[in-house]
């Protein structure tokens, strides 16, 4: 607190606020709390919304534009609305575990995702350790040296591992994609049309 601020509330301390004062306070107070609730409907509203959008675009149209075969409709302008683009397209997605136990069961799983791997050692080393540090390259397990690593998959690279696995008529089970976080299938892509 400042010297001001503690200034002015050990004058505004020695009488007593007004009602006035108080009330405004209290005012304050509950419109935050107003705004609170309102910006907590709102995200549920959001949400719901963007889980709809997920749903037509991931679900109902794939689907509705494979039963009477296109892969691109437009729809016109409406009043202020825009003209939409959309196009059936393939989509793949997937997610490396991030916990040992969920790595090890994906990568006994799929022996292919461990070609994917990239890991991640951390070695703390004090100081002095400059003899330590030449060898840690070769003798980093021998050596009792505590270390850490982390294991992890681009998604950039699984998701072109995905692609190539299907488009190859090797796709990935959907209890192997589940263990990724994974998804393979059609998406309706949808564009505003320029004016």
């Known amino acids: ?7 002015a509330a050990a004058k505004a301390a020695s009488k007593p ?3 006035d004062k108080l009330q405004a306070i209290r005012g304050k107070i509950a419109r935050v709390r107003e705004l609170d609730a309102e910006l907590t409907t709102l995200m549920e509203r959001v949400s719901a919304k963007n889980e709809e959008i997920t749903r037509i675009r991931t679900q109902e149209l794939p689907t509705m ?3 009477v075969g296109i892969l691109d409709i437009t729809i016109d302008a409406a009043g202020n ?7 059936l397209v393939s989509f793949y997605s997937g997610s ?10 994906a990568l006994k799983a799929m022996p292919w995702l461990a070609e994917l791997t990239k890991n991640r050692f951390t070695v703390d080393l004090g100081k002095g350790d400059a003899k330590k540090a030449k060898q840690l390259a070769s003798t980093l ?11 992890s998959v681009h998604s950039s690279t699984l ?5 190539r696995r299907t488009e190859d008529g090797k796709p ?12 393979v299938g059609k998406v309706v892509t949808l564009k505003q049309q320029k004016d």
């Open 65 to 67: 534009f494979q039963e």
């Open 81 to 87: 609305l825009p003209g939409y683009e959309a196009e």
């Open 159 to 163: 998701k072109a591992e995905l692609r």
């Open 96 to 105: 490396f575990p991030e916990t040992p136990n969920e790595q090890a069961a």
């Open 1 to 7: 607190m400042s010297a001001a601020v503690a200034a």
């Open 141 to 151: 397990t021998k050596s009792k040296i505590p270390y850490s690593n982390k294991v």
């Open 172 to 183: 990935v089970s959907p209890a192997d994609l589940k263990l990724i976080n994974g998804m």
């Open 17 to 19: 606020p007004s009602e």
